[in-house]
Every structure is written in structure tokens, then in C-alpha cells.
């Protein structure tokens, strides 16, 4: 199935999901990793780092072990909160100072997460053990599936 096809059938079920069943984001954040990372077989870590205090701290995960703070301003988390934008790293050892929970991951996508009021609260954040996996369609995907949580 074709990736485009393949996000818009996510995209409804999870909406199903959190329709009938939550109005909390949290909850929404930890349905939708389950969701993402059961489903998509190129997903090898998939979570969300969320904003406290000027600190971006682990959220809902799937996958190995997160380190749990992101050094402030450093690596493709904070990249996408400063550039209010998501980021795709094709290849992560090429990008300056990404930060490596697991070394095995390769390339990366990071999608800002908003709240009602558009203020850009966290991201979801995921990895993928090949170099090279995510393009625009990831992107889009994951952005219109982002926008459920609030
Ligand atoms: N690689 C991220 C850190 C989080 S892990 O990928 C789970 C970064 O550079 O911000």
C-alpha cells in the first residue's frame, strides 16, 4: 500500500480511537504511539518530547529506552521546536550534535505538536534503523495525525 494511503487510513482509525473515547491529550499522545509504532513497520522508536519549564522531557514511547531530558537547544527535538517546523534527517550522524538515545537509529522525523492555541508544546519524534526513510509524505501524514492530540 502506498504511504499516503496508508497515514489516511491511520488518520481515521485513531480519530475513531480518540472520538469516542478521550479528551485528554496525554492519552490521545499514548494512543497514537501505539497506534504509529504497531502499525508501521520502519518506525523503531516513536514518542513525543514535551515541553516543561524550558525543558523538552520524554513523553508517551514506544521502542528502547529514551533518554528522558534533551539538552536544551541541542539535536533534531529542540531543531524542530526552534524552527516551529518539522524537520526530516535523512541521515543522523550528518546532523550537527543530534542527540543518540540508541545507537542504532539512522535517520529521524520530527512534527512540532500544537495545543488549541497554536502554541507549539513538544513533538513527536520518530526513528527509523535504515538511513533515507522518511520523506514529505511522512510528514504530511504525521502532522495531520499530530493535530488529534488537542
Ligand atoms: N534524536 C533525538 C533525541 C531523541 S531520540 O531520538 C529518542 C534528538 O536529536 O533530539
Known amino acids: 500500500m502506498k504511504k499516503e494511503k496508508k497515514y489516511e487510513r491511520l488518520y481515521i482509525q485513531i480519530k475513531d480511537l480518540?472520538?469516542?473515547s478521550s479528551n485528554n491529550p496525554l492519552s490521545n499522545m499514548a494512543t497514537i504511539i501505539a497506534v504509529l509504532h504497531n502499525k508501521m513497520p520502519?518506525?523503531?522508536?516513536?514518542?513525543?518530547?514535551?515541553?516543561?519549564d524550558g525543558k523538552l522531557q520524554v513523553g508517551p514511547y514506544q521502542g528502547s529506552l529514551a533518554c528522558i531530558n534533551l539538552a536544551k537547544n541541542i539535536g533534531v527535538c529542540?531543531?524542530?521546536?526552534?524552527?516551529?517546523?518539522?524537520?526530516?534527517?535523512?541521515?543522523?550522524e550528518a546532523f550537527p550534535g543530534?542527540?543518540?538515545?540508541?545507537?542504532?537509529?539512522?535517520?529521524?522525523?520530527?512534527?512540532?505538536?500544537?495545543?488549541?492555541d497554536g502554541d507549539i508544546v513538544g513533538v513527536?519524534?520518530?526513528?527509523s534503523r535504515d538511513k533515507n526513510?522518511?520523506?514529505?509524505a511522512d510528514a504530511k501524514g504525521l502532522e495531520k495525525i499530530v493535530s488529534l492530540v488537542y
Not at 513527536?124 to 526513528?127: G, Q
Open 98 to 116: 543530534h542527540i543518540a538515545c540508541d545507537s542504532r537509529s539512522q535517520s529521524e522525523i520530527v512534527v512540532p505538536l500544537k495545543n488549541k
Open 42 to 52: 520502519d518506525y523503531f522508536w516513536t514518542g513525543f518530547y514535551l515541553l516543561q
Open 18 to 20: 480518540i472520538d469516542k
Open 124 to 127: 513527536m519524534d520518530v526513528d
Open 78 to 92: 529542540w531543531a524542530g521546536i526552534n524552527a516551529k517546523k518539522t524537520v526530516i534527517v535523512d541521515d543522523v
Open 133 to 136: 526513510t522518511f520523506d514529505d
